[in-house]
């Protein structure tokens, strides 16, 4: 892999942009040493893809699409496997309502109608809602 590494290239973009010094990034992401960063950013490693959250975290990326990226280079036919079947990556609306459900306890009710017209952004999602019984 060469610094023309998407995933690298995104990685040395945010930490060119951050207010942070390489080695205050590594720190707060987890990592023993700074050094790691460096090999990273020009793409002599792979970013380990479960420091990913911890990186965009820090460094202010979409942590979505920093990981679809990384799983896109070093791991295309699982990528391929994660857009056919989970429909990833998620849109700007999709994570929205994502978001807006999670914000709800499991122990909250919402009646059926709010839930259809809050979920179902301009469209984005086929909602089907069944009535239960009970």
């Not at 059926?112 to 009970?134: H, N, P, Q, V, Y």
């Amino acid at each position: 892999m060469t610094a023309t590494s998407p995933t690298a290239r995104m990685l040395a973009s945010a930490l060119d942009a951050s207010d942070l010094t390489q080695r205050e990034v590594a720190a707060r992401a987890g990592f023993n040493n700074a050094n790691v960063l460096s090999m990273m950013k020009t793409g002599e490693t792979n970013i380990p893809l479960v420091r990913i959250p911890a990186l965009a975290s820090v460094l202010e990326l979409d942590a979505q699409e920093f990981l679809m990226t990384a799983i896109a280079e070093y791991y295309p036919p699982v990528h391929e496997v994660l857009v056919d079947i989970l429909g990833l990556p998620l849109t700007a609306k999709e994570l929205d309502a994502v978001r807006r459900l999670r914000m709800k306890g499991p122990e909250e009710e919402v009646p059926a109608e709010a839930t259809a017209e809050a979920w179902a952004i301009e469209g984005e999602f086929s909602l089907k809602i069944r009535k239960c019984s009970g």
